[in-house]
C-alpha cells in the first residue's frame, strides 16, 4: 500500500473543471467576483493554459483554456451550458454586486427563497452560470414540499 492519499489534502471528491475562452481571464475574473485565490497554473508551448486551479471558499475550481482541436470547448463556444455551478457565500447581495461589477450578467435577482437560502444567478463573462446563496434560515424537507406549490408566488 502507498502512503500517498488517493484523494490529494485539501481537494474534494468532486471538483468542477471549467473550460473557458482565455483561462487566464477567468482567473482575475473569478479573483475578482468571487475572491478566489490562484493555486497553479501551467500554460503551454502556445500560451494557453493546460491546467489551472483556484480556491473559493473552502474549494478548488480547476481551469483550462479551449483546445478546439481535442474537442475541448467553453460554454461561449458551445452557446451555453446545461450546468449551474452552486456557490454558498457569506453574502449573497455583495457577491453578486461585485460579480457583476466584475462583468457577470444576472439570470435571476436575489430573493428570498422558500428552501431557506437568499438565492439568485448570474452568468460570467466566460458562459459558465452560477447560483449563489446564504443560507438564511433552516427548513425542514416537509416545509420545503409544501411551500414549493407556491412558487413565483408570495414568499417564495
Known amino acids: 500500500m502507498s502512503d500517498v492519499p488517493p484523494i490529494p489534502r485539501d481537494m ?3 471538483t468542477p473543471h471549467l473550460v473557458c475562452h482565455s483561462a487566464i481571464d477567468a482567473i482575475l ?3 475578482k467576483a468571487f475572491g478566489a485565490t490562484e493555486m ?3 500554460p503551454g508551448p502556445d500560451g494557453r493554459l493546460m491546467h489551472a486551479s483556484i480556491k473559493i471558499g473552502d474549494s478548488h475550481v480547476m481551469l483550462v483554456d479551449e483546445y478546439p482541436e481535442h474537442g475541448t470547448l467553453g460554454p461561449l463556444a458551445l452557446k451555453g451550458s446545461p450546468v449551474v455551478i452552486h456557490l454558498y457565500v457569506e453574502n449573497v447581495d455583495e457577491t453578486i454586486k461585485r460579480a457583476v461589477d466584475a462583468g457577470a450578467r444576472i439570470t435571476m435577482p436575489v430573493a428570498d427563497m422558500f428552501w431557506g437560502d437568499r438565492y439568485g444567478q448570474i452568468e460570467d463573462p466566460f458562459g459558465h452560470r452560477w447560483s449563489i446563496a446564504t443560507h438564511v434560515r433552516d427548513v425542514s424537507l416537509e416545509e420545503i414540499i409544501a411551500a414549493s406549490g407556491k412558487i413565483g408566488g408570495e414568499g417564495a
Open 40 to 42: 497553479a497554473r501551467l
Open 12 to 14: 474534494h471528491t468532486v
Open 29 to 31: 475574473f473569478y479573483v
